[in-house]
């Protein structure tokens, strides 16, 4: 039973561009969605976050967009480039427990 | 302020062998959990504490063990290594389940466990 899915699982864009990372979740329990980046041989780390309260949230060139409707979320990332190539993992939350999607690699072509 | 540190950082096992991967962290978090990543499916939480004394079960919980006799040190114990364990493990941490604001939860560099 896949609580989060997660698409696409691999992205190339162009530098500059605009990167899209999708996420779809069931239980409308959860209260808590990050983003989380991940380097080769590194473990992730936080990138952004966001609760169900709010419909947008910006950090600098990333933007989380909400909906709580359709329960879906998805990450933007605006004039993208290469030192963001790296895999991108959306998560839930609730009850003490973070399930994570299956990653989008992202490659930031020149 | 070191973070969260594992050791090791590779380990080989054979089938049926038993180790102990550790993880600390110096930052006064009580919470802590372990999860494993696997190609193409993420990571996946296999158990966590939310203090000290405290334990429970994630999503992938069989054929692991943890403990939590202090806030720093959280391990996790491999009973009767399997193949199927071969895997990246990462220990993460933050101050509290609740997940406020600005609560962070940083992970560990991994460890990288192939059983043969």
């Known amino acids: 039973q896949q609580q989060v899915k997660q698409s696409p699982q691999s992205l190339i864009v162009q530098k500059g561009g605009i990167s899209i990372i999708n996420c779809a979740y069931e239980?409308?329990?959860?209260?808590?969605f990050p983003w989380y980046q991940q380097f080769p041989g590194k473990g992730p780390a936080l990138l952004i976050a966001?609760?169900?309260?709010?419909s947008e949230k910006k950090e600098g060139r990333f933007t989380i967009s909400f909906n709580k409707s359709a329960k879906q979320f998805s990450l933007h990332i605006m004039d993208s480039q290469p030192g963001d190539s790296a895999t991108y993992f959306c998560?839930?939350?609730?009850?003490?427990?973070?399930?994570f999607g299956t990653g989008t690699r992202l490659t930031i072509i020149p | 302020n070191a973070g969260v540190t594992q050791t090791p950082k590779f380990q080989v096992l054979k089938t049926g062998q038993s180790m102990t991967l550790q993880c600390a962290q110096d930052?006064?978090?009580?919470?802590m959990s372990w999860y494993r990543q696997d190609p193409g499916m993420g990571l996946r939480l296999i158990h966590y504490?939310?203090?000290?004394?405290?334990?429970d079960q994630g999503e992938v919980p069989n054929g692991y063990n943890v403990s939590r006799s202090t806030t720093e040190d959280f391990p996790l114990r491999l009973l009767s290594a399997a193949p199927s364990q071969t895997s990246v493990y990462f220990c993460?941490?933050?101050?509290?389940?609740?997940?406020?604001?600005?609560?962070?939860?940083?992970f560990g560099p991994g460890t990288r466990l192939t059983v043969l």
């Open positions: 998560a839930v939350e609730t009850y003490e427990k973070l399930t």
């Open positions: 239980n409308t329990a959860f209260d808590y």
């Open positions: 504490s939310v203090g000290a004394g405290i334990t």
């Open positions: 993460a941490s933050s101050y509290s389940s609740l997940r406020e604001d600005g609560d962070t939860q940083y």
């Open positions: 966001i609760r169900p309260d709010v």
């Open positions: 930052m006064n978090h009580e919470y």
